[in-house]
């Protein structure tokens, strides 16, 4: 339990003032409405007070209690109980088993005598259910054993409305609308006294301890329960609220939202009704009276009058705060909401929920922070405030006054604590990025996402690159400032590219590149540049480093111009101009040429052909004047090769002047296929390269797209090379064998067996007959299903004809013409399908003009 200060306790009546020095008065009962305080005491008299509010600045509140007057009210009892009926400006007074009415102001008795006898003690209805103005609800225990009576208490008269039995004796009773709550012998119940129905609650020994029955609220009571417990019961005979602990010799109890208070012998113990928590301890000996009134509290002892001044619950939170009790703090807060206005409570509490996350703060209790700064809706810069150099220089943000917390800035919060502070630091970094995207950064963005760019530049953050890539509102001098100071000239450049300064940008990351600023952020920086340029509109900015770029790396430096969308490149970026710009770049040039033909497959001669002179330079190169005609191919000259092949737009006659005497008989034959030259194209790749697969291959590209007999004549060539060789060419021999039995159906059998040598068996050509036999008997069956096909459509159409001709038609001079509506004058016409008849030249009309009206198809 830790005690927090809820209440003072202040004289209010001192004991001169009521009683002189009369040692046996006592005091035996107190009421107070408003200002006025009424005491009763044991020697049958009554007391008028007028009670004097001082409220001290620094302190609490203090009270001057002056005496108005006093009155004896004739017998020699004690008075009992005292209530105020302010409505009707009485006073009820219990004296001597009788309650009497009296005048509030100056204690004179009702002139008609109006009293209620019988009773031995009372309660006001606080919720009456008369709806009478004019007159109270009092409930009495009456003298009668076992008897509850309720009466209409007016100015100067009273009335019994309801008489009611119970099970035991009742000893205490509350009234809340029709409902009673009962202290009797052995055990507490809820009556309601219109219906008679009761409730039992729970039981209690009366003999060993005063039952408590106090009405705390609309339809709910405050019970004296077993165990010294302080027990909670509606009107329902259930309990909302968990119970209290108070003291076994409890004497009297009130409730002053939200805390109950209990007196017994020695204290007054201050309950929480929001966590059930004993909160506050007070000294008060020999007191025997507690009781609230409309929110004041007042105790008393026998000689006494005190009151029990609460502190404002704002002051008592603000001290729980100082103490570190957030959870208690925050309980209390959410209590106080039933008794201070909404918008005031809206604003108070927020501003407690801050305070409060700064608490956990400080213990590094981040979940919890984070939690309270959402629900108390921080102004983030609050917190980032206390993070030296993270608010923008230009920021006109200043702390709420009076403070959320204690310290100047995180040093002092962590005292110098390194990783504490490196916790608190990843921990704003965390609660930036995810305030960056809410409602609550509106207004104040430049200052977040600019403390998040210096949190992320100064932990080496991968998420700093994140941040200024994506949409952001980082202050450009502030940040850049920062990252100069953390070396992070890649994050500066992006910083610059999102202000729409490139320029500056691609120049830091071009001295990335040379060495002469150092950064590690990214090791690509170079591969980086090329895909900014690539995507860059500004051509200045672009042919300003494009030659940077191509020094660096030909084949990389290019892409800035070859991944460019086409449609740019025709238009801003003209592949004339690029030509230009990569003569001094000869792989450069390769690569964008290869990319104008192959990948964007432009039609234009000049790029076909400078690109096949740039291979064949590279080819001439590498081979050198000591190679080989028969070394194999290299990778250039494979795309050679494939060029001249694919490609019909370069010059031929350019690139042949250009081959002779290079010893490239490969090329040299495919530019004469390019010519049509299809004989010395074969002579050579035959007679000078015996390549005699490359000369089958030949014969099918070069036919490649054309009809049959072009390459027949194609393999005929060929193998008329072959022949002409003599028998004496045994592999010219063996490469027409292997052609005639590998294409048996390129040729005319019956042509071939004319040239072929006499003494050449037929196991020997076998292959070659068997196909040419089989395509043969192929072509002759598919031409046999052909003429029959047509020969079934031919009679169809027949039969169709017999049919028209089998029906006569009978035309006569009133017979008209279904397209004109004129008569036949002569026995010629057309006949449709569908039966119709028109004249022939109507029909001529409808066949050459579609649009006019048609009996049907013609026939």
Known sequence: MMNIKAFTLVSAVERELLMGDKERINIECVECCGKDLYVGTNDCFIYHFLLEEKTVPAGAATFTATKQLHRHLGFKKPVNELRAASALNRLLVLCDNSITLANMLNLEPVPSGARIKGASTFALNENPVSGDPFCVEVCIISVKRRTIQMFLVYEDRVQI??????????????????????????????????????????????????????????????????????????????????PVHWSENVIGAAVSFPYVIALDDEFITVHSMLDQQQKQTLPFKEGHILQDFEGRVIVATSKGVYILVPLP?????????????????????????????????????????????????????????????????LDVRELISLYPFLLPTSSSFTRSHPPLHEYADLNQLTQGDQEKMAKCKRFLMSYLNEVRSTEGANGYKEDIDTALLKLYAEANHDSLLDLLVTENFCLLTDSAVWLEKHKKYFALGLLYHYNNQDAAAVQLWVNIVNGDIQDSTRSDVYEYVVDFLTCCVDQELVWAHADWVLQKSEEVGVQVFTRRPLDEQQNSFKPDDIINCLKKYPRALVKYLEHLVIDKRLQKEEYHTHLALLYLEEVLQQRGPASSKGAEATETQAKLRRLLQKSDLYRVHFLIERIQGAGLPMESAILHGKLGEHEKALHILVHELRDFSAAEDYCLWCSEGRDPPHRQRLFHTLLAIYLHAGPSAHELTVAAVDLLNRHATEFDAAQVLQLLPDTWSVQLLCPFLMGAVRDSIHARRTMQVAVGLARSENLIYTCDKMKLKGSSVRLSDKKLCQMCQNPFREPVFVRYPNGGLVHTHCAASRHTNPSSPSPGTRT
């Open 313 to 377: 619950l704002e002051k008592q939170i603000q001290d729980l705060l100082a103490s570190h009790r957030v959870e208690e703090a925050l309980v209390l807060a959410k209590g106080a909401r039933r008794n201070i206005p909404k918008e005031k409570f809206q604003v108070m509490y927020r501003r407690i929920l801050q305070q409060a996350g700064f608490i956990q703060f400080a213990q590094l209790q981040f979940l919890e922070a984070k939690e309270l700064f959402r629900s108390g809706q």
């Open 161 to 242: 409305i309801k008489e009611v039995s119970t099970p035991e004796q009742p000893l205490a009773v509350a009234v809340d609308g029709h409902f009673l709550c009962l202290a009797l012998t052995t055990q507490y119940i809820i009556l309601n006294y219109s219906t008679g129905v009761s409730q039992d609650l729970f039981p209690y020994c009366s003999e060993e301890k005063r039952p408590i029955v106090k009405r705390i609220g609309r339809q709910e009571f405050l019970l004296a329960g077993p165990g010294g417990l302080g027990m909670f019961a509606t009107v329902a005979g259930i309990s909302q609220r968990a």
